[in-house]
């Protein structure tokens, strides 16, 4: 069983930056393929972006492409979604999520997941 929790989630005026922490209490996290999820109130969760077990291959939604990144440690046992150029409509509740074998776009893929991080953009 993995164990994720999110972190670094607040507010922020459009423009700004946050970067979210996913914390796995998995010792070999190295073993997984890890993603970003956000929901947003009355919307389906949708993905962000998912980096593969090395972190040598990343994905993200378009529109997050050149303002996200996905990066991950695994000797910290942590992945990260840097966000840069937020704005107002990348208020969601984030949750990263794990799975084994290779990354996907698909939250049915994903087997673990944390209990989420909200993240508000003012404007």
């Known amino acids: 069983q993995v164990q994720l929790v999110e972190s670094g989630g607040g507010s922020a005026q459009a423009g700004g930056s946050l970067r979210l922490s996913c914390a796995a209490s998995?010792?070999?996290?190295?073993?997984?393929?890890m993603g970003w999820f956000r929901q947003a109130p009355g919307k389906e969760r949708e993905f962000v972006a998912a980096?593969?077990?090395?972190?040598?291959?990343?994905y993200a939604t378009d529109s997050v492409k050149g303002r996200f990144t996905i990066s991950r440690d695994n000797a910290k046992n942590t992945v990260y979604l840097q966000m840069n150029s937020l704005k107002p409509e990348d208020t969601a509740v984030y949750y990263c999520?794990?799975?084994?074998?290779?990354?996907?776009?698909?939250?049915?893929?994903?087997?673990?997941w944390g209990q989420g991080t909200q993240v508000t953009v003012s404007s």
């Open positions: 999520a794990a799975r084994a074998f290779r990354a996907t776009m698909s939250a049915h893929d994903y087997d673990y």
């Open positions: 980096i593969n077990w090395s972190g040598g291959s990343t």
């Open positions: 998995e010792r070999t996290l190295i073993r997984y393929a």
